[in-house]
């Protein structure tokens, strides 16, 4: 099956070609043709499936031939399209897709994020934009100085709605909801189907078409996932070790905290391994150099908090590391998402010390699936050790400030900016 028979014009198709896009991926085949007609949709997708095209390319044709009926005029076009997105790289990277995919046509798409200064984005709406590509927080920021106006908008997409809700965004979406019109094509994408995105769907959409095109909260099928029992104290030397002794050359490391990101880093490099730390903390500039180094093979371990890693699409990324298992069960899925994307294998390997198996164990219900458990040749744990009892608290707490912010309570440090 090609592009073509989902009903796309020569155009898009043969933007697709060009960039070696022949066939569609499974959740395009599924989405692309109800879009087309104007329904709302609720998608399940995992990362690296090809969502972003399964929503910018019907838009984008949608766009198209209104514009071509009513005729190309002079004025500033109004935005007609919004994508919300939780973080600055995913809003750059579905910002980039829209361009490329826009090339053959004067469509306009802008993107709008936090980290940076107000007065370029300003300045770019100003000559008009039929996409909008934005943050939250950010976009509310543009709506009090009176720089952007939705009452033009036809279609919303919530990009990745999951992690929206996990970062406390909840607040922020309902007030840029009364600045939307009613009449409009909603679109939600997410990679877990929680209750909590269940309940906000019911307030967003309008009988919208259910799309799973894969088992719910699924892993990405082609990522090979193991996990090693080690002690707490002993991980960041197996890392280093795994690293170094199977020549891992391009590793994706995932902690909790922002300094927990900093210290790992910088013990890495005294072990030898160019590692280089990202986060919420950095500057956007600091972040981009830094995913740009890392792609280019200069850093050999990116050491990410799951807010900066978020949107990162390096098509050829063969290994990820817990080196902490994930709060949230969910983000299990979009961590290990970014390898074996676009067809590609992948690996995925999670650490886990005593008194965390809790966390796992939360982890196989998302999955419906068991993950062996395995001892590290010469890392083998101390099972005589004694187990913090504060961590289950701990964990249960986080979850509860979680849920607070999915169902719209406001919490002690609920965050505004992306």
């Not at 796309?8 to 395009?28: C, I, N, R």
């Not at 080690?230 to 795994?242: F, G, T």
């Amino acid at each position: 099956m090609g592009f073509s028979s989902l009903g796309l014009h020569s155009e898009f198709v043969q933007t697709l070609k060009d960039k070696g896009y022949e066939s569609p991926t499974a959740v395009q085949q599924a989405a692309i043709p109800v879009i087309l007609k104007g329904l709302d949709v609720m998608a399940g997708a995992q990362t690296g499936t090809g969502k972003t095209a399964a929503f910018a390319l019907p838009i984008l044709q949608q766009l198209w031939e209104k514009n071509s009926v009513e005729g190309e005029s002079g004025n500033i076009r109004p935005v007609q399209a919004l994508v919300l997105t939780p973080t600055r790289e995913l809003a750059q990277q579905v910002h980039r897709s829209f361009k490329t995919y826009a090339k053959h046509s004067s469509l306009k798409s802008v993107a709008v994020y936090g980290g940076v200064s107000l007065k370029p984005q300003i300045d770019a709406l100003k000559t008009g934009a039929d996409i909008l590509v934005a943050t939250p927080g950010r976009l509310l920021d543009l709506m009090q100085k009176r720089s952007v106006n939705l009452s033009a908008l036809k279609h919303l997409v919530f990009d990745e709605a999951d992690r929206m809700l996990d970062l406390g965004f909840i607040i922020d979406i309902q007030r840029i909801m009364k600045k939307i019109p009613a009449d409009r094509q909603t679109l939600l994408f997410s990679a877990t189907f929680t209750d909590e995105i269940f309940t906000l769907s019911k307030t967003l959409l309008k009988k919208p078409e259910l799309i799973e095109v894969d088992a719910r909260n699924t892993a990405a099928e082609r990522v090979e996932q193991a996990v090693y029992m080690v002690d707490e104290d002993r991980k960041r030397e197996l890392l280093s070790y795994m690293i170094g002794s199977k020549n891992w050359q391009q590793v994706l490391v995932f902690v909790r905290t922002k300094e927990g990101a900093d210290i790992l880093a910088k013990e890495m490099i005294k072990d030898g391994i160019k590692a280089l730390a990202i986060h919420g903390d950095k500057s956007q500039g600091a972040r981009e150099r830094g995913l740009a180094e890392f792609k280019e093979g200069k850093v050999r371990a990116l050491v990410a908090t799951d807010v900066a890693a978020r949107g990162l699409d390096i098509q050829q990324l063969q290994y990820v590391v817990n080196y902490e298992l994930p709060y949230i069960a969910e983000d299990y899925i979009h961590r290990i998402g970014r390898t074996g994307r676009a067809g590609n294998e992948g690996l995925a390997v999670s650490f886990m010390s005593l008194g965390e198996e809790y966390l796992l164990e939360e982890i196989e219900v998302v999955l419906d699936n068991r993950l062996s458990q395995s001892w590290y040749p010469g890392f083998e744990p101390d099972m005589t050790r004694e187990v913090p009892s504060n961590r289950k608290n701990s964990r249960n707490a986080q979850k509860r400030r979680f849920k607070d912010r999915a169902s719209g309570k406001k919490t002690g440090n609920h965050r505004r900016s992306s």
